[in-house]
């Protein structure tokens, strides 16, 4: 004797359904792709990270300086070294020997941000340089690390 139920409408039954594991033979293909994309883009932002180390040191000689309420001229000369040193790191080096007049007013075609401007400080960044006992005041002093810092951040050279 069978123990077998009898449905009704047996013809309605669906069939067994499909196992999820193993999947389809193209999951390991994209799994694959999608792993590669991910290591890749890490690749890329540890190369990028690396590659803008520079800047973080140039900011950090500029904040030092800032910071330090001292001489005037040593500020100025340390933001337009850091200038020019992040000039010759990418390869600029006929931008890095320009003066100040002649290359502020194309470090600033480099950056977008219009706000802190390079070009109107020259008079400052000539005064803080070739003027031993040149006085700056705070607001100028702010103008130019703000300018400086804008534009070490935001460059493309």
């Known amino acids: 004797m069978e123990d077998r139920i009898e449905l009704p409408h047996s013809a309605y039954i669906l069939p067994a359904p499909i196992a999820d594991w193993p999947p389809a033979w193209w999951f390991w293909l994209v799994l ?13 932002w540890l190369r990028r990270h690396y590659k803008r180390q520079y800047r973080r040191e140039a900011l ?5 300086h800032y910071q330090k ?3 005037d001229q040593a500020f100025v000369k340390s933001c337009l070294e850091s200038i020019k040193r992040c000039l010759q790191t990418e390869g600029q080096q006929h931008l890095a020997s320009l003066p100040a007049a002649t290359l502020f007013p194309k470090l600033d075609q ?3 941000h219009r706000r802190n401007s390079l070009t ?8 803080g340089l070739y003027q031993a006992n ?10 130019i690390f ?10 493309h050279a």
């Open 60 to 64: 950090c000689i500029v904040n030092q």
């Open 32 to 44: 694959a792709v999608v792993l590669l994309g991910l290591l890749s883009l890490l690749a890329f």
């Open 120 to 127: 109107p400080l020259v008079a400052l960044f000539e005064t």
């Open 146 to 155: 703000d300018a400086t810092r804008t534009w070490i951040r935001k460059h």
């Open 134 to 143: 040149a006085k700056l005041s705070a607001d100028e002093r702010r103008q």
């Open 110 to 112: 480099q950056v977008r």
């Open 69 to 71: 309420s001292g001489n």
